[in-house]
């Protein structure tokens, strides 16, 4: 159980992380579009290293563990864009039925994923 609590709180910092370094860097006149993507890529970093050393205390760092790490992400993130497009615009129901599936079924699947096959070796 504490290691899912340390995954959740590396996930909570990483969206923080991803929050500030967004308006940060839209107050330097950057456009939204590139604030956004180098502050995903700021999170990205900052959740794979966290994860990687604190919540699975692995302490590996190879091509192969970043991208099984980069898959696990992507499938999150694709996951979450399904919910949205399918609750929203195909059921035409609310968003908030949205989130409530992402926040319910994404973090434990990635949670799953990158404890039996990122970080497997050594979780």
């Given amino acids: 159980m504490i ?3 340390r995954f959740l709180a590396v996930g909570g910092l990483a969206t923080a992380l991803h929050l500030a370094l967004f308006f940060f860097l839209i107050n330097l006149e950057l456009s939204k579009p590139l604030a956004n ?3 995903f890529i700021g999170a990205f970093v900052w959740s ?3 994860n990687n050393y604190y919540t ?3 302490g590996n760092f190879s091509r192969a563990i970043l991208l099984k790490y980069a898959a696990v992400a992507t499938l999150g993130a694709t996951l979450n864009y399904i919910f ?3 609750i929203c615009s195909w059921l035409e129901l609310s968003y908030y039925l949205a989130l409530l599936l992402i926040l319910v079924v ?3 699947l990635v949670f799953v994923l990158q404890k039996i096959w ?3 070796a050594t979780a």
């Fill in 3 to 5: 290691i899912f609590l």
């Fill in 37 to 39: 993507s180098l502050a």
């Fill in 48 to 50: 794979f290293l966290a």
């Fill in 56 to 58: 699975f205390s692995a």
């Fill in 84 to 86: 949205v497009w399918v």
């Fill in 106 to 108: 994404n973090p434990p």
């Fill in 118 to 120: 990122v970080f497997k």
